[in-house]
């Protein structure tokens, strides 16, 4: 790993101000993917911007039947939060698959949306549930927030703060899990709220999309068999030595009847 | 005063205190003073030219001591990376052997091979130093699969290795088998891969190197399996130096699985780079350098037939291999898709032909060696599908057939038509131990039930023998290896009684600390506490080849049984001395030398006390002292066998196979340890289970990359991948090993592969599937259910 | 930089480089070797060591993330206070032959012991994911989760020294 700054603010427009002076400078939240890549010496930033001492962005709260996530919230504490369980099950064991427990002592919401890894699970609940990404300038929808592979709408300085999900009627995760890297080959997160059916699919492609054809039949009747029948297009789909794109567009469907099963036992 | 622990029980073993409580010692733990750190620059191209070599920016470089490469060991005359076997051609040619410089000389032939030494002060100046060392490729065409490697207008590896063929080996009476398939009532065909693999130890390799100047003496610290092979193929074939000045310390050591029994040119570079640079120097390789430099496994392409008459009883066996050896000759490489595979391919069976060759070619990729099983585990798996394959071609049950072939108890000992003569064996007490032991009688119920939930349930059989305990030299020398096989002892009784055992092999995970122990206990009546094992250092251990091909307990135990012998037969002496009593007269029993019919006795402390306190001694015809040592070198193979049986369940809608339940029953011989036996078990087979359902090393075909370069990509078994085993051991003395002793290292992995694809292909014989390769991912199993010839059941 | 934590229940300040791994800091300044490096993606687990209870990989953890907080590795696992004793999850792996070569031993125990505080009475599966984050290639896991369900009843019954 190469040297670099390191930089604990203890206030948001602190931690701005430190990200805006130093271009070639990273913030650093559960740091789960950011040191790996740096100890492979894959980046070399010459600052660090530890969000851990920044207070206020951490924890689960609710209100107007939105939860608000902070940002520095690990997936350990929304998979075991009282509040994410009884709110939104379906969020709580969504973070509960995600890497392995020691990740998930460290790993963090804000972190995990901010990097946008196109096989990462959150990105699936905050489409899925159609979430506020609330950040130190300013708030984006979820679907104006993903970009693709790694992409998303944060400018440079910009850090997330907190992430409002509204709650559903209710809602399902399914993953189907990669054996060794226990990332999604494909996971879908199915959430029926009063506006209509959301589905959210992560890991078959390069970023999180949704399907609006499996939405459309879930509103009609919300039950796995409604979707049964519905093919997703291979074109464009990830193919690896893991999983082919046919493969990954067979599993969409797959992953998703499960989340809506999941969602009718859990309504 | 502590307790006799003898062979038969389960003490917990000596070596866990200092692993609990994070004092082990191993080579990546060790600092010395003066320390410097190296760093290996690898190639990233599987196959290139090196037009040249511009190290200025690295060496300018603060903090950087400096960048050796190819044309420093040239300048130096040092030697090629040795192989320790020669194989040749049915006509007797001997193999192709190309150099194998430890660091590159003109051409790098696979992603990782070392192309330069970068040396500085910290891990990070020299990482960084090794970025700046510019390397002028010209990238050639490559090559990384077997049959692509063997086609005609194939990129070359080596100019003088026409089609890339390193030898075409062969085994068996090829005029016999053509006879017998002539007259078979029906013929099974297969045709397999045997999927490349990474043995992964959980410690990456490490080393220390540092060279004394006041002394001349080298000492090279090195994650080893067999430190005595490293020092001697080192210091007279790669290095040239006088072998007394050559100390070699594997400590403890993370797990090996054959990845660490061969010498690496990390080791020669280092121990050679130490001395120039006159600063020990430190390297430890990270996982995704292990990855490509680690020896990989397995990686075969086989075409099988069985005949067999009307009844199913087997003819002949006709096999063809092509098997990938990688960019170079390793230390044991060619050895282990030949020798190691084809006299296994008799298995438990009366088979009275076969014929097997095997095509040893070079491809552009990490050189393959041994991984736990070597060439036993690909001879298994491709008889036991074969034998699935002609049961459900013929329409016998598949453990009828088995039983029909299988080598009755009393036809031992048996010669196959192979080499080798089994010794001892019960397989079809195997057999019926397994079957009820996995209660198959119930398999009806409860796959019915997985039916119910849409998932298909399968059970799968096998059976195997191994060839362990490596080896009788004579046999060997004639098979093509180039050294010993023997292992060495020495047991040393201290003056107040303790012993100290210094052994030959190699302990790293087995737990020979323990069982090693036991055996002198039992044999010298010592407590078991007060015995310790020494191991792993050149310096302090006389000789041996270390651990591998489990050989430790049978070829290491016997030698240290006859060396235990040897100190009762002196001790004999030095008790009718001190008892005044003929020697013959001397029993010897729980640690007391007595005299016959009378209750006369000395322990054997205080013999030890006489034999070091001289006093009273008969020193005109005895030498003073306590100490014996003793080398063996088996007669015969040891073969451990047994019947594995697996059950798995496949949702169709994923393709995810599960293994819900796992049965081994295992002929070992003499069982010193049963706890350890069973946990040795346990791990072999988990790591046929990973080789069957999860692990692949996968390269790019065009690019030569390894894609599964990574645990992130290559899939290691976690413990929720699995099931509660099931495991005993039925089993029959070896009859020329001192203890009845055959080894259980390998079984595990020897049984586990077939036994669980047989398992996935019988979940899906409704399908039309005969065959399915490892390992069975669910996209794969996904894709065969896809293209089934028979619709999925709406259950 | 300077940074203040207890390691090990003893108080620590240091000065280092913000690039520096807990591994690394263990390991190459503060001398204790037992937390073991054996990959590089963060997938092993044989670094896994306790900050402020919670079990986290250390090769995957900064230094400056130790300020004002409490690092417990396996070296300073007891089984009373004071004592030379194993910790019951230490000894049940002894008593279960939880371990062959070692190498994961002291994450995989870290791991464990942190799976036993978070739920007194653990079934087979849930000790089963509960290591989805902890490699062993030696043992098969079969005698690791027999012993981490030992070594949670008894962290369990008798008091634990952590």
């Known amino acids: 790993m190469r040297s670099f700054a390191y930089h604990q603010p203890n206030a948001i427009p602190e931690a701005v101000s430190l990200l805006a002076e130093q271009p070639e400078s990273r913030p650093l939240a559960g740091g789960m993917t950011l040191i790996p890549t740096l100890k492979q010496r894959l980046a070399a930033p010459a600052a660090l911007v530890d969000l851990a001492g920044l207070p206020d962005i951490k924890g689960c709260s609710n209100g107007n039947a939105v939860v608000t996530i902070g940002a520095m919230t690990t997936h350990a504490e929304v998979a075991s939060s009282p509040l994410v369980k009884s709110q939104i099950p379906a969020l709580a064991a969504l973070a509960s698959v995600i890497g392995d427990p020691a990740v998930r002592d460290r790993g963090t919401i804000g972190g995990s949306v901010a990097n946008n890894d196109p096989a990462a699970d959150y990105p699936a609940g905050v489409l899925g549930l159609g979430a506020t990404i609330v950040t130190s300038a300013r708030e984006i929808a979820a679907e104006n927030f993903f970009f693709g592979l790694f992409e998303t709408a944060l400018k440079p ?111 | 005063m502590g307790n006799v622990i003898g062979i038969g029980a389960s003490p917990r073993r000596k070596e866990d205190q200092r692993f609990l409580t994070g004092r082990g010692n191993y080579v990546s733990d060790i600092k010395r003073p003066g320390m410097a750190a190296g760093v290996f620059l690898r190639s990233p191209h599987a196959h290139a030219l090196i037009r040249g070599i511009d190290k200025q920016a690295a060496l300018e470089m603060p903090g950087v001591i400096a960048v050796l490469t190819g044309e420093d060991v040239a300048a130096d005359g040092l030697g090629s990376l040795p192989c320790g076997w020669g194989i040749t051609d049915a006509r007797g040619v001997p193999m192709k052997e190309p150099p194998f410089p430890m660091l590159a000389q003109g051409k790098v032939r696979f992603v990782g091979d070392m192309v330069a030494f970068v040396i500085a002060e910290t891990v990070e100046d020299a990482s960084t130093a090794a970025e700046l060392v510019k390397v002028d ?55 397999l891969v045997n999927n490349r693999l990474i043995g992964n130890p959980m410690e990456p390799r490490a080393a220390i190197a540092e060279y004394n100047p006041g002394t001349g003496q080298h000492t090279l610290w090195t994650t080893s399996q067999f430190p005595h092979v490293v020092r001697f193929l080192m210091s007279a074939l790669v290095l040239k130096l006088p072998e007394h000045k050559v100390r070699v310390v594997a400590p403890d050591v993370g797990g090996g699985f054959g990845v660490k029994q061969f010498h690496y040119g990390e080791e020669a570079v280092i121990t050679w780079a130490a001395k120039r640079v006159m600063r020990p120097v430190k390297w430890v390789a990270s996982r995704s350098e292990c990855y490509v430099s680690d020896r990989h496994g397995r990686d075969h392409v086989t075409e099988a037939e069985l005949a067999l008459d009307e009844k199913g ?12 050896m990688g960019g170079y000759l390793s ?81 031992y000992p048996y010669q196959t038509p192979v080499l080798v003569q089994y010794d001892s064996g019960d397989p079809i007490g195997c057999l019926d131990g397994a079957l009820a032991a996995a209660d198959v009688k119930w398999f009806g119920t409860r796959k019915a039930a997985s039916a119910r939930s849409g998932k298909f349930r399968g059970l799968g059989f096998s059976t195997y023998v191994e060839a362990c305990g490596l080896a009788p030299s004579r046999f060997a020398g004639r098979l093509g290896a180039r050294g010993g096989l023997y292992e060495s002892a020495t047991v040393r009784v201290h003056p107040a009684g303790q012993v100290t055992v210094l052994i030959g092999t190699h302990n790293h995970g087995q737990g020979h600390e323990t069982t090693f122990a036991q055996i002198v206990s039992e044999k010298l009546g010592v407590a078991f506490e007060n015995v310790d094992i020494v191991f792993g250092d050149t310096d302090r251990v006389q000789f041996g080849m270390g651990t591998y091909g489990s050989r430790s307990l049978v070829v290491g135990g016997a030698a240290l049984s006859k060396a235990a012998d040897k100190v009762i037969v002196k001790g004999k002496k030095i008790a009718a001395h001190l008892l005044e009593a003929s020697e013959a007269d001397i029993h010897f029993e729980a640690g007391k030398f007595s005299v016959a019919g009378t209750d ?99 390269y790019d075909e065009s690019s030569g990359q390894l894609m599964s370069g990574s645990l992130m990509d290559y899939c290691m078994p976690r413990a929720d991948h699995l099931p509660m085993m099931k495991v005993a051991t039925h089993s029959t003395l070896c009859t020329h090993t001192p203890m009845g002793v055959k080894g259980c290292g390998e079984v595990g992995t020897i049984g586990s592969p077939a036994a669980v694809i047989n398992a996935v292909v019988d979940a899906l014989a409704h399908l039309g599937v005969t065959h399915v390769d490892m390992p069975a991912t669910p996209n794969r199993i996904w894709r065969l259910i896809q293209n089934a010839s028979l619709p999925i059941a709406a259950e | 930089m300077q940074i203040s934590f207890t390691l090990n229940a003893k108080p620590v300040t240091l000065d280092v480089e913000p690039a520096t791994l807990v591994t690394e800091l ?53 089984g009373a206070p004071g004592s030379n004793q194993l910790h019951p999850m230490q000894e049940a792996f002894r008593q279960h032959h939880g371990l062959q070569c070692g190498f994961c031993t002291p994450g995989m125990v870290m791991s464990a012991i942190a799976l036993a505080h978070a739920k007194a009475a653990l079934t087979e599966a849930e000790v089963r994911r509960g290591l989805e984050g902890n490699i062993c290639r030696c043992t098969g896991y079969q005698n690791i989760v027999l012993a981490v369900m030992a070594g949670t009843a008894a962290m369990h019954g008798a008091g634990s020294g952590e």
């Open chain 2, 137 to 191: 490729y010209e990238v050639l065409p490559s090559v990384v699969g077997v049959l692509d490697a063997v086609r005609p207008g194939a990129p070359k590896l080596f100019d003088d290795v026409p089609n890339n063929i390193c030898c075409d080996w062969e085994l068996g009476d090829k005029a016999a088998v053509d006879t017998a398939f002539r007259k078979a009532a029906h013929v099974a065909r297969l045709s």
């Open chain 3, 26 to 78: 263990l390991r190459e300044h503060l001398n204790l070797t037992g937390t073991h490096i054996g990959c590089d993606t963060s997938q092993c687990g044989a670094c896994v060591v306790h900050l402020d209870g919670l079990a986290v990989k250390s090769c995957t953890l900064l230094a400056p993330a130790l300020q004002g907080k409490s690092l417990v590795t396996i070296e300073g696992l007891q």
């Open chain 1, 157 to 267: 300085n910009e850090i997330i703060t907190a992430i409002r999900f509204p709650v559903p009627l209710s809602a399902g995760y399914a993953k189907f899990k990669a054996p060794a890297s226990r990332y999604a080959v494909v996971g879908v997160f199915v959430a029926k709220t009063a506006t209509g059916v959301r589905v959210a699919v992560t890991g078959a492609g390069s970023g999180v999309f949704r399907v609006p054809q499996m939405e459309r039949a879930l509103a009609e009747a919300f039950d796995p068999t409604a979707i049964a029948a519905i093919k997703i297009d291979a074109e464009g789909l990830t193919s690896d030595i893991h999983a082919d794109a046919g493969y990954r567009a067979h599993l969409v469907t797959v992953m998703a009847k499960r989340a809506v099963a999941t969602a009718l036992g859990a309504a």
């Open chain 2, 331 to 411: 230390t044991f490489g060619p050895n282990i898709p030949t020798n190691l595979y084809g006299p296994l391919l008799s298995g438990v069976y009366t088979t009275p032909a076969i014929y097997c060759n095997v095509k040893v070619v070079f491809t552009n990729t990490v050189p393959v060696d041994a991984y736990r099983g070597a060439g036993r585990p690909e001879a298994t798996f491709v008889l036991e599908r074969i034998v699935d394959v002609a049961a459900s071609d013929m329409g016998i049950d598949r453990v009828e057939l088995r039983r029909r072939n299988m080598i009755p108890k009393e036809a």
């Open chain 2, 600 to 698: 006369r006795a000395k322990t054997l402390g205080e013999i030890a006390v006489a034999a070091y306190v001289p006093h009273n001694y008969p020193l005109e015809v005895l030498e003073p002292g306590l100490e014996e040592q003793a080398y063996y070198d088996p007669v015969n193979f040891t073969y451990p066998g047994g019947c594995h049986i697996a059950e798995v369940e496949i949702d169709p809608e994923t393709g995810a196979v599960t293994l819900v339940d796992y049965t081994a029953v295992d002929d070992v011989g003499t069982v010193i340890n049963p706890m350890i036996v069973e946990g040795q078990l346990h791990g072999g087979i988990v790591q046929g289970v990973g080789q069957a359902l999860y692990e692949n090393a996968v």
């Open chain 2, 313 to 324: 009883k087997f003819l002949a066996l006709r096999v063809k291999t092509l098997a990938n």
